[in-house]
């Protein structure tokens, strides 16, 4: 097993909800084990509050989290990825963005709880959900044999429970 941590890119199109709560999740569950990032195509340019809010409840540091471009990550100076995972909903018609380059990649696909409206209750439902859905596919995820990954395993987690 190599010590050098496994890196992973989170992406959607506006890189405030779930590709942001992705990367936190990673990151926190990986123990140094994983080291992610996340992106987007069209980034809002600030997390979502409710991201932030859920991330606060839970402990995590939201200091070094933003909403960023993917194009911050085809460089040369960029990290190396070594799998990039798309989490926006494709089924709900979302244009998903595509990363060019070599990593492994998989989509697993989620509903957007950024486009729920209400009460911060509502919206703070909707990011729990969002994060219960996510954190058991990266739980499966580290899981997996690193040695031994392949895109047949990574895909079956994004066909977990609630995709979209």
Same mark, same amino acid.
Do not use: Y
């Given at each position: 097993? #190599?010590?050098?941590?496994?890196t ?5 199109t506006?890189n405030?909800?779930? #590709?942001?709560?992705?990367e ?10 994983? +080291?992610?990032?996340?992106?987007g195509? &069209?980034?809002?340019?600030? *997390?979502?509050?409710?991201? /932030?809010?859920?991330l606060?409840?839970?402990?995590i540091?939201?200091?070094?989290? +933003?909403?960023? #471009?993917w194009?911050? $990550?085809?460089?040369s100076d960029?990290?190396?990825i ?15 963005p595509?990363? /060019? ?9 989620? *509903?957007d709880? @950024?486009?729920?409206t ?8 909707? $990011? ?8 058991m596919?990266?739980?499966?995820? /580290?899981?997996?044999?690193r @040695?031994?990954?392949? &895109? ?5 987690i ?7």
């Amino acid at each position: 097993m #190599s010590d050098t941590p496994f890196t992973v890119l989170v992406l959607c199109t506006g890189n405030s909800a779930r #590709s942001i709560l992705g990367e936190a999740l990673f990151n926190h569950l990986g123990e140094g084990r994983v +080291r992610a990032f996340s992106a987007g195509s &069209k980034p809002k340019g600030v *997390p979502h509050p409710g991201a /932030l809010r859920l991330l606060a409840r839970r402990g995590i540091d939201t200091g070094a989290l +933003r909403s960023k #471009s993917w194009n911050e $990550f085809t460089g040369s100076d960029a990290p190396a990825i070594d799998l990039a995972i798309t989490v926006c909903g494709n089924a709900a018609g979302e244009a998903c963005p595509v990363f /060019l380059g070599s990593p492994l990649k998989a989509h697993w696909g989620l *509903p957007d709880p @950024a486009d729920v409206t209400g009460s911060d209750a509502d919206v703070d439902a909707a $990011f729990e959900e969002t994060w219960r859905l996510l954190e058991m596919r990266v739980r499966a995820f /580290l899981a997996l044999d690193r @040695a031994a990954l392949d &895109k047949a395993a990574i895909a079956a987690i994004g066909a977990m429970e609630g995709a979209a």
